[in-house]
């Protein structure tokens, strides 16, 4: 039996890395999964690769009027949402002027980073409960990072919106538990995963290769993650497997965050 039978599934940010993997993940398990992201050629090319159980919608999860509307096409389409993955984020190096160090931040690039990662999510949930009160087990997953859980001195306003998510979903977890609905929500915290997000940061060619393995040579398990590293911790929370699991944290960085700053080493 899939893992996601019958489950109606939005994913935000799904057009590339993380996002996509998770998409594929969903349809092959049995989902329904709406695809939502700014990025519409891309997002409509990944609905045509999956299949007729894919469907699009314009999101920017930044705004509430698009989160309004997606809630219309949600409630006439399918009547209740299952499983809600608020992927969808930005680190702000390329979509703002910066700085984001802590002592010469720009003010308007920090807000830019919240609204759409803290905002974002927050709208996500709003809209999200109240579309999975219809559901018989509803599951939110929100993607924050291993940087939500240590501080990053060069990227402040990531650090401090992925920290925000991880705190928020408790937050919700524990509202929905209070009220009764039948809903869990809980959040997953990548780190060193090979996405397009780390593209401008690694480089091309030679250069490219040997700052990959740099990285690899601080992370335990001695080598970068992938999307679908990711993706299968968020399908394990968005199904009914982790039914008696809400409020938690679930890291997927290779032991970075066990407290080891380098590969283990045999006796």
């Not at 997606?70 to 992927?87: A, H, I, P, S, W």
Request: charged share 15%; glycine share 10%; with cysteine.
């Amino acid at each position: 039996m899939p893992r996601l039978n019958n489950k109606i599934a939005l994913i935000t940010g799904a057009a590339r890395g993380i996002g996509t993997a998770v998409a594929t993940c969903f349809i092959e398990q049995g989902a329904t999964v709406i695809i939502t992201d700014k990025n519409t050629k891309e997002a409509k090319q990944l609905c045509e690769k999956l299949g007729k159980n894919a469907h699009f919608q314009l999101l920017d999860v930044s705004e509430e009027s698009h989160w309004q509307q997606v809630e219309t096409f949600v409630k006439t389409q399918f009547g209740r949402l299952d499983v809600l993955v608020n992927n969808a984020g930005i680190t702000g190096f390329l979509e703002t002027a910066g700085p984001h160090d802590p002592e010469h931040l720009d003010l308007e690039s920090w807000h830019t980073v919240q609204r759409t990662n803290s905002d974002g999510v927050a709208l996500g949930c709003k809209y999200g409960i109240r579309l999975m009160k219809a559901s018989m087990a509803a599951s939110i997953v929100n993607i924050s990072s291993r940087s939500g859980l240590v501080g990053i001195p060069a990227a402040a306003a990531y650090a401090a919106s992925k920290a925000a998510v991880r705190n928020h979903s408790k937050s919700v977890a524990l509202y929905c538990a209070q009220q009764n609905y039948p809903i869990r929500c809980n959040s997953v915290h990548p780190g060193a995963i090979l996405t397009p997000m780390w593209d401008t940061m690694l480089g091309e060619g030679e250069s490219r290769e040997a700052a990959i393995a740099g990285i690899a040579a601080d992370i335990p398990l001695g080598h970068m993650g992938n999307a679908m590293d990711v993706a299968y911790a968020v399908l394990y929370l968005a199904s009914d497997e982790s039914g008696y699991v809400t409020g938690i944290e679930l890291n997927v960085d290779g032991g970075i965050l066990a407290g080891s700053s380098a590969s283990p080493k045999s006796n």
